[in-house]
């Protein structure tokens, strides 16, 4: 019963290099997001998808880009990796409205 | 704009004292409502949920929340709080018209034994 699955787990990533952190789940929901944990900050919204093939904006998008491969996986990419992105990344799902979020365990990033 | 608050950013209690951590809510229309709990390391864990119907709701662990519409809050509460209750909380929001969840920034718990 694997539910979210994010790899990596850790990554150490130098300015200006890319990356793509990849999301899959299992549980065939059609609502996937990518969210930041920062200090003091809670969870802020990265982008979301609400159905295979679309996506959209969410608090903090600038520097990122996203990919609904299928309804299973939903991937955040970074183009040039800039310290400010020194992160927890945690993708989440759910079936639709009014249902709860499931999270994957993170990926916890840091650039040099 | 909507937006979460949880105005305590970090509280301490003695196990086996009681909690209350606070959560206020800006939406425009009917919320539904959550609260998550992070283990250090960990993803989060839904604790519990509110959609509609009885204001007060129960969830794991021994927790529960009521809604209160008038004052735009959801706080969550314990009778008696364990040592392995140290953790951060979170309380997110929805929009039942949207697909968006916001969260607030968190309360840090301690508990002293």
């Known amino acids: 019963n694997a539910g979210v699955t994010q790899t990596p787990k850790f990554q150490v990533l130098k300015t200006g290099q890319s990356m793509t952190l990849q999301c899959a789940q299992d549980m065939n929901h059609n609502s996937m997001y990518w969210y930041r944990q920062d200090p003091g900050m809670g969870l802020r919204l990265i982008y979301y998808s609400a159905s295979e093939g679309t996506t959209d904006k969410g608090e903090v998008p600038n520097g990122y880009n996203v990919s609904r491969l299928n309804k299973r996986e939903f991937s955040l990419r970074l183009e040039s990796a800039a310290p400010s992105q020194t992160s927890v990344y945690f993708c989440a799902s759910h079936a639709g409205n009014n249902q709860p979020q499931h999270f994957g365990d993170g990926t916890r990033l840091s650039i040099l | 704009a909507q937006s979460v608050t949880q105005p305590d950013i970090h509280i301490t209690v003695s196990e086996g004292a009681s909690l209350e951590l606070r959560c206020n809510y800006s939406?425009?229309?009917?919320?539904?409502l959550f609260w998550y709990v992070q283990s250090p390391g960990q993803g989060l864990q839904l604790l519990l949920k509110?959609?509609?119907?009885?204001?007060l709701v129960q969830g794991i662990k021994g927790f529960e929340a009521e809604f209160k519409r008038s004052q735009s809050s959801f706080n969550l509460r314990k009778p008696s709080v364990h040592w392995s209750d140290a953790a951060e909380y979170f309380c997110?929001?929805?929009?039942?018209?949207?697909?968006?969840?916001?969260f607030g920034p968190g309360t840090s718990l301690s508990v002293i034994p």
């Open positions: 997110a929001v929805g929009e039942t018209s949207y697909d968006k969840v916001i």
């Open positions: 509110y959609f509609s119907g009885d204001t």
């Open positions: 939406y425009g229309a009917t919320p539904y």
